[in-house]
């Protein structure tokens, strides 16, 4: 290569470099900036091109024509070699962020000033990524922490059902150590497997497993997911088993309270009178059997006698009302026009409305709203409530505005509502708790079961009642479908 180098130097002494560097740059030429290793190039090859061709038609001349065809040959290729040099480091560098290879470092800073620039963005967007990728990765560890320690079962599969994700409370739920395929937890349940695949996107589910002597209740609830143009399903499991047992023993202590309170209210009284009637019947069998019985003491026993059957008689309305509240009839579901059911309505109670002078009005909006339900099983919900509206209304003499108003729509995701509103007396938030409770009521002759019972037929529809009241400004009961 030392004779490359005197060529250059001959072909450009010192002052021309000098006067070259300042044309190109404003500094004198460095044989490895890539300004002035293209310019030098093109100017030597067509140096040499222009000598080749005065040489290449003189006699005696043949060596050296061929020797400068071959330096020109050189030369050419050397030039593309400078080129594709500079193409490769930017495609070094693209395959650095298309691999995630972030480990590279450009020093060009030899080949110019604006190479120099070039080296110093691409280190800039390298290090920006590798900034980018820490973070992610840092974000990806935080939340897969978070995954396999959170006490709900988590279990992600994709639609062949290849888990991608099991955490560690459902690896002890299900008692394995590795799940690989949601086909796997068979062992486990069929029918929880079965439940997996069926599931769709907000939906809930209750199963219970009998593994070995041990019993779970798993409330299940999936989210489906589209990452990367492949369907995944996220099924979170929790195990509630404990739960239900404290809330069903607490519900069992209620009912038992209420029960007790309500059979003693009768019983007492009945066990009562009795005893005070065996005295008297003693009493009366050691007179004498020629002195008259008193006409005192035969009222008092005919008293006493239908004070027990009095009682009885409310004994056996209780229990009827149990029966009741425990055997509700299955649905028969139709289309129910709600403009229709509200004229029904208002026909059943317009004696009692009338009779306590309320105002009552009826709002359906759309007019052509229609719900699927059971007709006459909706209606015993409306008329509960309704009469319960009348009666707390009927203790607010006086009042001109008394009003109760039945609205109808539908919420903002479309599902119809029935809505029973009065400007009574409100609920005490205390009582406004217990009011689905059975037997729980604030009337002094209310059996308590009316709102239970609502309830009830409502949870049969697959849907909601609730209430909501201020104290001085009304009541409003809400019936969701």
Known sequence: MRWLELIRRAALPTQLQQQAGRWLGGKPL???????NIFFRVMVLTITVYGFTLLIGAAGYTVTSIGLGALII???????????????????????????????????????????????????VLDKFRTIRAEKEAHYQYLKT???????????????????IVNTAAKRLFKVGRLAHIDELNKFSPELVAKCRQLRTGARELVKVVHGAEIVQLAMYAIELTLQAKEYKLITFQNIHNELEEQEMDAWQKLIRVLTHEIMNSVTPISSLATTLEG????????????????????????????????????????????????????????????????????????????????????VQPGSLV??????????????????????????????QRAIVLLA???EKSRPYLLVRDNGPGIDPEALERIFIPFFTTKKNGSGIGLSLSRQIMRQHQGTLTATSALGQGTDFVLRF
């Open 371 to 400: 719900i699927t339900a059971d007709q006459e099983m909706i209606e015993q919900v409306l008329i509960n409530i309704v009469k319960n509206a009348i009666q707390a209304l009927a203790d607010m003499t006086g009042d001109p």
């Open 280 to 363: 008297e019947m003693e009493y009366l069998a050691q007179r004498s059997q020629q002195e008259a019985v008193g006409a005192d003491d035969l009222e008092d026993m005919q008293m006493a006698i239908k004070t027990i059957q009095r009682r009885s008689d409310g004994l056996i309305r209780f229990v009827s009302d149990f029966r009741n509240l425990t055997h509700v009839p299955v649905p028969r579901f139709r289309p129910v026009i709600v403009k229709e059911l509200f004229a029904h309505i208002r026909t059943l109670m317009l004696a009692e409305i009338e009779e306590n002078d309320i105002l009552f009005h009826c709002q």
């Open 146 to 164: 978070i995954v396999h320690h959170v006490g709900i079962g988590i279990v992600s599969f994709d639609a062949a059902g290849q888990v991608q």
């Open 74 to 124: 050189y030369q050419t290729l050397s030039l593309i070699r400078q080129v594709e040099n500079t193409n490769q480091e930017v495609i070094n560098f693209l395959n650095s962020i298309k691999y995630d290879d972030f480990s590279n470092h450009y020093k060009l800073s030899l080949e110019g000033d604006t190479f120099k620039g070039l080296a110093d963005s691409f280190n800039q």
């Open 409 to 411: 729509g539908q919420d």
């Open 30 to 36: 460095d044989f490895k900036n890539f300004r002035f």
